[in-house]
C-alpha cells in the first residue's frame, strides 16, 4: 500500500499525490483543530496577560477626609445682660410737657394726673430740678416742683447741660444809675399759698403765690384748647412782702378735666393745677 502521506484528498474524492511528498502536511480536519487550538491558547495568553497587569497596578490610598470636630457646648452659658430699667413715676396732678428745662421753653402738650412718664435725666438741683421725661411718643421735660422724686432715683439720673446756655435768662444791660438798696431777689423761690383746686365753668378761680418783694411774674393756664386768653391772666408785680394773686373768669365752655397752671418770676418757675369738674 502507497504511503497516505504522501497523499492528499482532492475534492473529487480522488487522491492526488504529491510530486514532493513533506511529512509536515496535515490533513484538513487536523489542520482546523490546530488553528482553534492556536487560537484559544491566543485568548488564554492575552487573559492572563491582563490579569498580571491589573494585580500589578498599584492601588491608590484611600484620601482622609478632614472631620471638624464640634464645638463644645459650654455647660454653663454666661448669663444674658439685662439692661438697667428705666425708672418711671407717676404724677399726682397736671403738669405742661415742655420743650426744654424752664417755663420759658415752649408746651408740648399738657399731661393730666396720674399720666405714666418714664425718667430719662435731670438738670439743676433742690426746687431748680427739671426731669427730662418720655409720655408716650413725646419727650420734654417737666418741673421737679410738681413731681415727686425721690432723691437717690434722681441721683442716678444722667445729667444733661445741653440746655443750660438757652434756659438761662438774658440779663439786661446795667442802668446808668445805681439800682436802689431795696432791689428784691429775682431768685427767690416761688411757693403756692392758694391753689386753684375744683372750679365749676363760668365760676371765678384764683392763685395766690409768695416769691421776692417787688417781682415780675406771669402765669399761664392751659385748657384742652389752648393757653387761656381770660381777663385777670397777665402779667403782676408781687407786693412789698412778695405776695401776688391772680383771679380769673373759668369759660363757660370750658372742657372738663384738670388743667396746668405755670407760673413764672425771673428765672424761677412753678406749677399748680386747677380741676373743671
Same mark, same amino acid.
Given at each position: ?47 492572563? %496577560? ?6 500589578? !497596578? $498599584? +492601588? @491608590? &490610598? #484611600?484620601? /482622609? ?5 464640634? =464645638? ?94 438757652? %434756659? ?6 446795667? !442802668? $446808668? +444809675? @445805681? &439800682? #436802689?438798696? /431795696? ?5 427767690? =423761690? ?88
Amino acid at each position: 500500500m502507497e504511503d497516505e502521506r504522501n497523499e492528499i484528498w482532492r475534492p473529487e474524492g480522488r487522491r492526488l499525490k504529491l510530486s514532493n511528498p513533506s511529512p509536515f502536511i496535515l490533513q484538513p480536519s487536523a489542520l482546523r483543530v490546530l488553528v482553534i487550538a492556536a487560537l484559544t491558547a491566543f485568548v488564554l495568553a492575552c487573559g492572563q %496577560a491582563g490579569t498580571a497587569t491589573s494585580r500589578l !497596578a $498599584p +492601588t @491608590a &490610598a #484611600p484620601t /482622609a477626609s478632614a472631620t471638624v470636630a464640634p =464645638a463644645p457646648i459650654p455647660t454653663n452659658p454666661p448669663p444674658s445682660v439685662t439692661p438697667p430699667a428705666v425708672p418711671h413715676l407717676s404724677i399726682a396732678r397736671a403738669v405742661n410737657l415742655r420743650s426744654g428745662p424752664g417755663t420759658t421753653f415752649a408746651v408740648i402738650r399738657p399731661l393730666a394726673a396720674k399720666t405714666e412718664l418714664d425718667l430719662l435725666a435731670v438738670m439743676g438741683d433742690g426746687n431748680g430740678r427739671w426731669y427730662k421725661v418720655r409720655s408716650g411718643d413725646d419727650i420734654g421735660w417737666v418741673s421737679g416742683t410738681v413731681v415727686a422724686v425721690d432723691d437717690a432715683v434722681a441721683a442716678a439720673l444722667p445729667t444733661e447741660e445741653s440746655f443750660a446756655a438757652v %434756659a438761662a435768662p438774658t440779663e439786661p444791660p446795667a !442802668a $446808668p +444809675t @445805681a &439800682a #436802689p438798696a /431795696a432791689a428784691p431777689s429775682a431768685r427767690a =423761690a416761688i411757693v403756692i399759698v392758694k391753689e386753684p383746686g375744683t372750679v365749676s365753668a363760668g365760676r371765678r378761680a384764683s392763685v395766690t403765690i409768695r416769691t421776692a418783694p417787688r417781682a415780675t411774674c406771669s402765669i399761664t393756664v392751659w385748657y384742652k384748647s389752648g393757653p387761656s386768653t381770660a381777663a385777670g391772666l397777665d402779667d403782676a408785680q408781687a407786693d412789698a412782702k412778695g405776695l401776688m394773686n391772680w383771679s380769673w373768669k373759668v369759660g363757660t365752655r370750658t372742657t372738663s378735666g384738670t388743667w396746668p397752671i405755670s407760673i413764672q418770676c425771673g428765672d424761677q418757675s412753678a406749677e399748680t393745677e386747677v380741676t373743671v369738674p
